[in-house]
């Protein structure tokens, strides 16, 4: 399985390879502030190791939110995050 900074060096790299959509069915106001990431596929895909993680849409910074067996990190690390960000941006 792919890793995050895996990812997110190949979105940083290729971003024509990936689709980015927001999570309309995430609960918590988090998700307002990232998107998923999904690979476009090609006949010849087998795998979709990206599915299990998500993107900042300010740093775009790459974040799992899924385990590889389908069960949910939650959204603490997300969530830090973000108060992480706006407190980097108040202060600069």
């Known amino acids: ?44 895909a087998t795998n979709d190791d990206s599915k299990y993680f998500c993107v900042c849409v300010s740093c775009k910074r790459v974040y799992a939110y899924k385990a590889a067996d389908g069960s949910s990190f939650g959204t603490k690390n997300l969530i830090d995050h973000i108060i992480h960000i706006k407190h980097t941006i108040v202060y600069r």
Do not use: Q
Request: net charge positive; no cysteine.
């Open 1 to 44: 399985m792919t890793t995050a900074s895996e990812l997110e060096k190949h979105l940083r790299d290729t971003p024509d390879l990936y689709v980015l959509k927001s999570n309309e069915s995430g609960k918590s106001n988090v998700w307002k502030h990232f998107s998923l990431i999904f690979e476009k596929r090609s006949a010849a």
